[in-house]
């Protein structure tokens, strides 16, 4: 019943931007907490960035002033406005949501996360 689905991944030039959007349904909605994660081979899962249901939110140190997260609460639906992209960005970014209200520090432990997105495809040129 619940699900979560990404898009609006696509192949940039170095400096570009994109806004990933993530649609929830099912049992999700705007009292859970929601994070972006991206992966890439040769490395592990990492947080991109997170909200909880009172707006709180965190960023990786090397996205931080270039990302930003929101919600739209009468969409159910979460996106990630990227700029000024790199090569590192290069990824699987993919949109996860738990019903807990996570502090800070397990913001982007991936075990707090209950369920997830497919993910969508960012490729950046340079």
């Known amino acids: 019943q619940a699900q979560l689905v990404e898009s609006g991944g696509d192949s940039v030039q170095a400096g570009g931007s994109l806004r990933l959007s993530c649609a929830a349904s099912?049992?999700?909605?705007?009292?859970?907490?929601m994070a972006w994660f991206r992966q890439d081979p040769g490395r592990e899962r990492e947080g991109v960035a997170s909200?909880?249901?009172?707006?709180?939110?965190n960023y990786a140190e090397n996205v931080k002033g270039r990302f930003t997260i929101s919600r739209d609460i009468a969409k159910n639906a979460l996106y990630l406005e990227m700029n000024s992209l790199n090569p590192e960005d290069t990824a699987m970014y993919y949109c996860?949501?738990?019903?807990?209200?996570?502090?800070?520090?397990?913001?982007?432990?991936?075990?707090?996360?209950?369920?997830w997105g497919q993910g969508t495809q960012v490729t950046v040129s340079s």
């Open positions: 996860a949501a738990t019903k807990t209200i996570l502090p800070s520090y397990r913001a982007y432990d991936p075990t707090a996360y209950d369920y």
């Open positions: 909200r909880n249901k009172y707006g709180t939110t």
């Open positions: 099912g049992s999700i909605d705007t009292s859970y907490s």
